[in-house]
Nanobody, 125 residues
């Protein structure tokens, strides 16, 4: 079993930056794809970014390309989501997720077996 703990959310003005972290315990993270998702009030959970187990292959939703960066360090059992040039429409609860043997093709929340508790990101205008 993998447990995921997220941190780094908060309140930021439009144009600002935040870095979210996701630390895993219970299993080594190297065999798991790690994805980031977000869910705004009244909306479905949506894909944000994913990184393959090696950390060398990534994919992003069109809405965040060029602004967000996903990364990981398997030695630290940690993944990050760096968010720059934040917009009010980025406001949501952000979740990290992991799936054993997953890939960057996993862009649906249904692809993932393990989830963090979520961290709130609020972007004011």
């Amino acid at each position: 079993q993998v447990q995921l703990v997220e941190s780094g959310g908060g309140l930021v003005q439009a144009g600002g930056s935040l870095r979210l972290s996701c630390t895993a315990s219970g299993r080594a993270l190297s065999s798991y794809a790690v994805g980031w998702f977000r869910q705004a009030p009244g909306k479905e959970r949506e894909f944000v970014a994913v990184v393959a187990g090696s950390g060398s292959i990534t994919a992003y939703a069109d809405s965040v390309k060029g602004r967000f960066t996903i990364s990981r360090d398997n030695a630290k059992n940690t993944a990050w989501l760096r968010m720059d040039s934040l917009k009010p429409e980025d406001t949501a609860v952000y979740y990290c997720a992991a799936d054993y043997g997953g890939s960057v093709e996993f862009r649906s929340s249904n692809n993932y077996d393990y989830w963090g508790q979520g961290t709130q990101v609020t972007v004011s205008s």
